[in-house]
């Protein structure tokens, strides 16, 4: 008997132990971890800069609440509006809560109340994030959604273009969706969208939750594209597992959210700090940054080499570090195997397969999970770790 909630279809698997880019179970098999918490530990598991700032902070002060002046989070935030266009940042607990910010400041900053997103998205599960996912899986017996949201199709500029309307408050899209599939945007769209936002007077908002803090190769995915949304909003990453989130907005928007308008308890509190500073001070080196493109490029060019031949392989998808696989069969055929080799990935939906390695992966470790991965695509169980 269990007494949690079955939310989760739980994996049989029970961690005990992890290092770096590997995990280790209870009965003491070892695994090569390209789920990373779902994009989470960047850094890999347990990183030591991390662990020392933290340490450190246990030793002095754990929460205050947010009445008090913190200097670590004046730090975080700047190393946030450093490497993006935004000027001030909110500190949430989660991708979602940061999401539910952004939500409420553009209809608190342009006061018109319509959010447009697009289908298959995912932007979390309150009920305002959830009602932004256009997806109806997520939807399904909630009851009445969040009114005012409207989906378009994603990738799909002339559908952007023919939007219209006067109570547009903003458009909120995933520069690569994620959970959708591992769909990278066409540069096309997201140039459609920035051009209609401005012509609605409306917000252009980004979800990084999955996408940020390094994970395709510069401090955010949409600094590919040249784009310049007014809000950003960050989470998974920023912590290295400890609970943590951000909204990162532009100027103008400042007065929006002033004293009494937003809050959060937990947000912001010492301990997250401390691991999302020293967090950031790795992954926003240049040379950091650098380094998980050319592993992204590795990555990607050896999956479409060692499978070119898989049957069961379609497509090879995405940005960065944050990579899918496409198949012409359920992903759950391929993930249970794969476990068995000692590999963990994750799905994308019903029939992708989804790669997200630790940003400090090595080239070695890289190689390994090419052979395992090809080991399985290609039904030749001859492979084991």
């Given at each position: 008997?269990?007494?949690?909630?079955?939310?989760?279809?739980?994996?049989?698997?029970?961690?005990?132990?992890?290092?770096?880019?590997?995990?280790?179970?209870a009965e003491?098999?070892?695994?090569?971890?390209?789920?990373?918490?779902?994009?989470?530990?960047?850094?890999?598991?347990?990183?030591?800069?991390?662990?020392?700032?933290?340490?450190?902070?246990?030793?002095?002060?754990w929460?205050?609440?947010?009445?008090?002046?913190?200097?670590?989070?004046?730090?975080?935030?700047?190393?946030?509006?450093?490497?993006?266009?935004?000027?001030?940042?909110?500190?949430?607990?989660?991708?979602?809560?940061?999401?539910?910010?952004?939500?409420?400041?553009?209809?608190?900053?342009?006061?018109?109340h319509?959010?447009?997103?697009?289908?298959?998205?995912?932007?979390?599960?309150?009920?305002?994030?959830?009602?932004?996912?256009?997806?109806?899986?997520?939807?399904?017996?909630?009851?009445?959604?969040?009114?005012?949201?409207?989906?378009?199709?994603?990738?799909?500029?002339?559908?952007?273009?023919?939007?219209?309307?006067?109570?547009?408050?903003?458009?909120?899209?995933?520069?690569?969706?994620?959970?959708?599939?591992?769909?990278?945007?066409?540069?096309?769209?997201?140039?459609?969208?920035?051009?209609?936002?401005?012509?609605?007077?409306?917000?252009?908002?980004?979800?990084?939750?999955?996408?940020?803090?390094?994970?395709?190769g510069?401090?955010?995915?949409?600094?590919?594209?040249?784009?310049?949304?007014?809000?950003?909003t960050?989470?998974?990453?920023?912590?290295?597992?400890?609970?943590?989130?951000?909204?990162?907005?532009?100027?103008?928007?400042?007065?929006?959210?002033?004293?009494?308008?937003?809050?959060?308890?937990?947000?912001?509190?010492?301990?997250?700090?401390?691991?999302?500073k020293?967090?950031?001070?790795?992954?926003?080196?240049?040379?950091?940054?650098?380094?998980?493109?050319?592993?992204?490029?590795?990555?990607?060019?050896g999956?479409?080499?060692?499978?070119?031949?898989?049957?069961?392989?379609?497509?090879?998808?995405?940005?960065?570090?944050?990579?899918?696989?496409?198949?012409?069969?359920?992903?759950?055929?391929?993930?249970?195997?794969?476990?068995?080799?000692?590999?963990?990935?994750?799905?994308?939906?019903?029939?992708?397969?989804?790669?997200?390695?630790?940003?400090?992966?090595?080239?070695?470790?890289?190689?390994?999970?090419?052979?395992?991965?090809?080991?399985?695509?290609?039904?030749?169980?001859?492979?084991?770790?």
């Amino acid at each position: 008997m269990s007494y949690l909630f079955p939310t989760y279809a739980k994996w049989n698997v029970e961690i005990e132990k992890a290092e770096g880019s590997f995990v280790f179970d209870a009965e003491g098999k070892k695994y090569l971890d390209f789920v990373t918490g779902i994009a989470v530990c960047n850094l890999g598991h347990c990183p030591k800069q991390v662990a020392d700032a933290v340490k450190e902070q246990l030793e002095k002060v754990w929460h205050v609440s947010n009445l008090f002046y913190i200097p670590l989070q004046e730090e975080v935030a700047k190393q946030l509006v450093e490497h993006s266009c935004g000027d001030a940042v909110f500190f949430a607990n989660s991708g979602a809560e940061a999401n539910e910010a952004a939500i409420k400041l553009a209809r608190k900053h342009t006061g018109k109340h319509k959010i447009v997103t697009f289908y298959k998205s995912f932007h979390g599960r309150t009920f305002a994030t959830m009602t932004a996912t256009a997806q109806e899986k997520v939807h399904n017996g909630f009851g009445p959604l969040v009114p005012t949201f409207e989906y378009l199709p994603y990738n799909d500029p002339d559908a952007v273009a023919k939007l219209q309307g006067d109570d547009i408050a903003a458009i909120m899209l995933e520069v690569v969706q994620g959970e959708g599939g591992v769909i990278p945007a066409k540069l096309e769209f997201l140039q459609a969208v920035e051009a209609k936002c401005k012509e609605l007077e409306a917000l252009f908002i980004i979800d990084e939750v999955q996408t940020g803090i390094g994970r395709t190769g510069k401090a955010f995915a949409y600094q590919h594209y040249g784009l310049s949304p007014d809000i950003i909003t960050v989470a998974k990453g920023l912590g290295s597992g400890f609970p943590v989130g951000a909204m990162i907005g532009k100027k103008e928007l400042i007065n929006s959210f002033s004293a009494g308008s937003h809050g959060s308890t937990f947000g912001g509190n010492y301990l997250a700090m401390a691991a999302a500073k020293a967090t950031l001070d790795t992954i926003f080196d240049p040379s950091f940054l650098k380094g998980v493109e050319e592993k992204g490029n590795r990555l990607f060019y050896g999956l479409t080499e060692c499978l070119r031949d898989a049957p069961i392989v379609k497509s090879i998808r995405g940005l960065g570090l944050l990579l899918g696989v496409e198949l012409n069969t359920n992903v759950n055929d391929v993930l249970a195997p794969l476990r068995q080799k000692g590999f963990l990935a994750l799905p994308a939906g019903s029939n992708v397969l989804r790669l997200l390695p630790p940003l400090t992966v090595a080239n070695d470790e890289i190689d390994l999970a090419l052979d395992i991965l090809s080991s399985v695509m290609k039904k030749d169980t001859a492979y084991s770790l």
